[in-house]
């Protein structure tokens, strides 16, 4: 178990921020065939979301402040995992889970946090539940490759006691949601080797979402992908995915953002890369991609509510270098180029907003011989954009944010303590315009296992 310090803040003079997570894992191997495994959190607390800090109602990108806060918050989630090889050609794997957060929230008048009587302003107290489970069945054909059949249902269940104001200095008028959808799926998958250096998998899923309010929908996906060993060092891989993402639960029907007409989202993947050994132990990761994005489901940021987007197209690459040192020791270095565009007819913006078109990562670890693992992490972003809501648009400031971390281990491996510094340099800096992010901050905590 261990418990986290304050969460990551959107704005550094909002410090009424108060969060406790506690993890609990468990796996036991009941023999040669089969094993289990339980895992269990729940987190509590309260957090604020502070207004935007641009006052100057000149300002073209000046949005009117909303004083939200979360008063309080509580999440339970726990599953249970089974896996079964016996002697043979087949194996199952199977899982269930469940989640449920409990959640206040209300949007106030002014920064006193203490009076709602503006029009629109609410109080909401809801409850979420979603549980499921999900059986695997494989069969392995020995050369003539191995297949995958899965099948899954999940149940989402969403209620809230909402409360709005509809004049101003009128009362909170109470509402009542009780809402719920259902979830299945099933999946094929076949993977093959025509020879020894040659991988292909290839697979078709089919998907059920049934809603008691808005239309059910039933959707396809399917994949294709290969990977070719051309010699020890050096491994070639592409593949191509049609998949679809259902909107969840809340993006349909939260309180005060869903929208229960939401379609699901659709894409079109594409992939290939290399991955190169290039001297010694020093490897090379290089993937290019283009995702052709349908339906997107994002919230409007002039109405705060969950709307689809007609078609969005995310492309570039990413490279990373990754070597070991000093036996306990790694070194990486990342690069990303994403190119976005809005291809909705009619559409008013180029780039998609809040999506850094470069990304520059270096991460750095140790563990000495008495125990101290040390880790280092430096990351840069530049190149991003936002828009106004007439669609006037602007760029964020580039920024660099360091990291540090030690942990220590205290008893053969089952004790530990830690304590790190995010934002080291504390940088102001800005992931969404006019919401400053949280400035240095340390956290310390204790990790037990057994």
Do not use: C
Not at 97 to 112: H, I, P, S
Not at 156 to 161: A, F, L, N, P, R
Not at 390 to 395: A, D, L
Request: proline share 4%; hydrophobic share 30%; charged share 25%.
């Amino acid at each position: 178990f261990h418990g986290h310090g304050p969460g990551k803040r959107r704005h550094r003079a909002n410090s009424d921020d108060e969060r406790l997570s506690l993890f609990g894992n468990f796996g036991y191997e009941l023999n040669d065939e089969a094993e289990i495994g339980l895992t269990l959190q729940r987190s509590t607390g309260e957090y604020g979301a502070p207004p935007n800090t641009i006052s100057d109602i000149t300002n073209p990108f000046y949005k009117a402040p909303k004083y939200d806060r979360t008063e309080d918050f509580e999440t339970l989630s726990g599953q249970v995992s089974m896996s079964y090889n016996p002697k043979g050609i087949f194996g199952f794997r199977g899982w269930a889970f469940a989640n449920t957060q409990d959640q206040d929230t209300a949007r106030y008048d002014d920064a006193t946090y203490s009076i709602i009587k503006k029009k629109n302003n609410y109080t909401d107290s809801s409850e979420t539940s979603i549980k499921g489970a999900t059986l695997q069945t494989s069969m392995d054909l020995e050369s003539y490759g191995e297949t995958v059949l899965s099948l899954s249902g999940e149940k989402d269940e969403y209620t809230s006691d909402y409360k709005k104001v509809l004049v101003n200095n009128g009362p909170l008028v109470p509402y009542h949601y009780d809402r719920d959808l259902n979830i299945y799926s099933t999946a094929l998958e076949y993977r093959f080797q025509p020879f020894s250096k040659l991988d292909i998998v290839t697979g078709y899923s089919h998907h059920w979402q049934t809603k008691d309010v808005g239309t059910d929908v039933d959707k396809g996906s399917y994949m294709l992908g290969t990977s070719l060993k051309l010699t020890d060092r050096t491994t070639l891989r592409a593949s191509y995915a049609r998949k679809i993402r259902f909107p969840s639960i809340q993006q349909l029907y939260d309180a005060t953002s869903g929208s229960p007409n939401l379609k699901p989202e659709e894409s079109e993947n594409y992939e290939a890369g290399i991955s190169q050994r290039l001297f010694k132990d020093l490897d090379l990761n290089l993937t290019v991609f283009q995702n052709n994005v349908e339906q997107y489901i994002e919230k409007d940021d002039s109405t705060s509510i969950y709307e689809n987007n007609e078609e969005y197209e995310f492309k570039g690459f990413e490279v990373s270098l990754f070597k070991p040192f000093l036996e306990t020791g790694s070194v990486g270095l990342g690069y990303s180029l994403l190119h976005t565009k809005d291809k909705s007819p009619g559409t008013l913006k180029d780039e998609l907003q809040y999506r850094p078109e470069h990304k520059f990562t270096v991460d750095l670890s140790y563990t000495f011989g008495f125990g101290l693992s040390a880790h280092a992490d430096f990351m840069y972003i530049a190149d991003q954009y936002f828009y106004s809501d007439t669609f006037r648009k602007g760029k964020l400031n580039d920024y660099s944010i360091v990291n540090l971390k030690l942990e220590q281990n205290i008893y053969k491996d089952h004790f530990f303590i830690y304590l790190g510094v995010d934002n080291l340099l504390d940088e102001n800096y800005e992931e969404s315009y006019g919401l400053p992010q949280a400035g240095r901050t340390g956290y310390a905590g204790v990790r037990m296992t057994f």
